[in-house]
Structure formats: C-alpha cells, structure tokens
C-alpha cells in the first residue's frame, strides 16, 4: 500500500450537513460569521431522513459531475447544492466577477436571496485546515496559506468590495441589491501533539486535533489500540459515515512511511471499533523549520 491511496470514501451527504452545521475556527475578527441559528436551521433540514432519501443520488451525481477535485470547489459544490435545495435560498449567483474596464475588482463567493427575510445576501466562505506554528500562527499544511491573512483578505476586500462604486454599478446593472453579508470558514486546527492542551487564544475555537513528524507519531502511539486510516481531502471534513477500504497498525503506518519517505503532510485518522477516535497531520521531518522560513 503507498502512503498516497485512499483508504477511506467519503460520504459526500455527511460532508454536505458538516458544511452547513459546522461552527467556523474562529470567533470576532470584526467578520460578520453566520449565525448559530441559521445553521441550525440548515443542518436539521438536511439531517432530515426523507430529505437524504429523496436528494442523496442528486448529490452524488452533481459532485461527481464536478470538472475539479479540489477541496474548496468541492466545499463550493456542497453549499451550491444546500442552497439550490433549502426551501429558505434562492440562488442567483455563485462566483460571480466584479471587473471594470477589464480590471477585475473581486469575486462574490456567493449571492442569495434568503427568502423569509426577503433579503439577497453576499456570502463568503471557505474551509480551512491549519497547522499552529511558533504558539501564535496557523499555517496550511502545504505551506501556502496563512489563517491570520485568510482572515485579514476576507474583512478588508472581499467584503468591503461591494462598497466601490464600480462594484456598485456592476451590481446595479445586474439588479442586485445585497441588503446583509455572511462569512464562515468550518475546517480543522491541528496543534503539535505535545502542545495541544495549552490554552488557546479566545478568538480560536477549541480543537483537539494534532500534528507531529512520523517518529514522534510512532512513539506516541505504538501502544494504543487505533486502526490507522490516511484521509484523502473530501475526507477532511466529516468525521464519520465514511467508508473504510482498509486501515493499518501505528507500526505498519510508520515503516511505510519511513519506506517511502514522506513528502507532504498526510492527514491520518485513528479508529476504534470502526469509528474515529483521534484526527492528525503526520509531517514531514523539515516541515516545522520550513514553516517557520515563511513566516520571517
């Protein structure tokens, strides 16, 4: 088995109610998150068993009929999908361009009109998954994206760029008057496995989820009793419902890994009794100093 197959299926329905319910990673911020009550709202809908039976193969097949495999066009599919199908949205635009004499200005993630306010929303939103580094960032596991300037690009352009007066006009001409905007960013923090119970910042939501390099990984674990799973991305969102292929010891994990080599942080799952127990990156041993490199 290589360290890069997929030992689990994702259940893209339990991914779609962990997008909607999902609280983001963080709190304040000066963003406008999503209320807990709108979400509720979302997830008890579609948590519904009739309403599963009746839209579980049109989701397979509209994810499946998907040009891209990445992540967040697949989290983008899944709320596309919510808000087509909730009987409280109408959706009228997803990724719609703001350009002005070919100079692009910004893209709405969304917009949808919520229809017991009778009121058209701009919604922004992603899923993001990041490692804490240095006690005070959080960095994604490919080292390209920072959770403080993800935060920072949402509340000081995405958001404010309806407010220009080209963005104005654009929107006027396709009869659209956003009266609210929402944010929200469900995903996964992952602090180093020695540091995961010290205090978090207020503004974080809690996490227990770790990363630690493969040696660390197999000296912590040898002795617990998990079946070790690797995760492909649509695996990253639910923790539950997906379909396990096959699953290995922390021993067999580790001396494939240290057979291949690892290259990439690797998303790992440890299961007893078929269900999730614990959820980590394994890293590779240089990653903590590259990720510390990009941060000076």
Request: net charge neutral.
């Amino acid at each position: 088995m290589a360290q890069t197959d997929s030992m689990v299926e994702p259940d893209h329905w339990t991914n779609l109610i962990w997008s909607v319910s999902t609280p983001s990673i963080v709190r304040g911020w000066g963003l406008p998150w999503l209320p807990d009550e709108r979400r509720e709202q979302l997830s008890s809908f579609f948590s519904r068993e009739e309403i599963r039976n009746r839209l579980q193969r049109e989701l397979e097949t509209f994810v499946a009929s998907g040009p891209s495999k990445r992540l967040g066009v697949y989290f983008e599919n899944l709320w596309s999908f919510a808000f087509t199908h909730h009987p409280h949205y109408e959706l009228r635009h997803r990724n719609l361009p703001l350009r002005d004499s070919g100079r692009t200005l910004g893209e709405l993630d969304f917009v949808v009109r919520h229809l017991p306010t009778d009121r058209t929303e701009h919604w922004e939103l992603a899923t993001k998954f990041y490692l804490q580094v240095d006690n005070n960032y959080w960095v994604g596991p490919g080292l390209r994206d920072r959770l403080d300037i993800k935060l920072a690009r949402m509340r000081d352009h995405q958001l404010p760029v309806i407010e220009q007066p080209a963005a104005k006009a654009i929107l006027q001409q396709e009869g659209i008057l956003i009266g609210r905007q929402w944010t929200l960013m469900p995903g996964r923090l992952f602090r180093r496995l020695a540091d995961r119970n010290r205090p978090l910042d207020a503004d974080i939501n809690p996490t227990s989820h770790w990363w630690t390099a493969p040696g660390e990984f197999r000296q912590h674990f040898v002795t617990e009793a998990y079946h070790w799973v690797t995760l492909p991305k649509q695996g990253w969102l639910a923790d539950r419902d997906y379909r396990v292929l096959q699953s290995c010891s922390c021993a067999a994990l580790a001396e494939i890994l240290e057979s291949e080599g690892l290259h990439r942080p690797l998303c790992v799952a440890g299961l007893i009794g078929g269900r999730e127990r614990t959820r980590g990156f394994i890293v590779p041993d240089g990653w903590y100093q590259s990720a510390l490199d990009i941060l000076r």
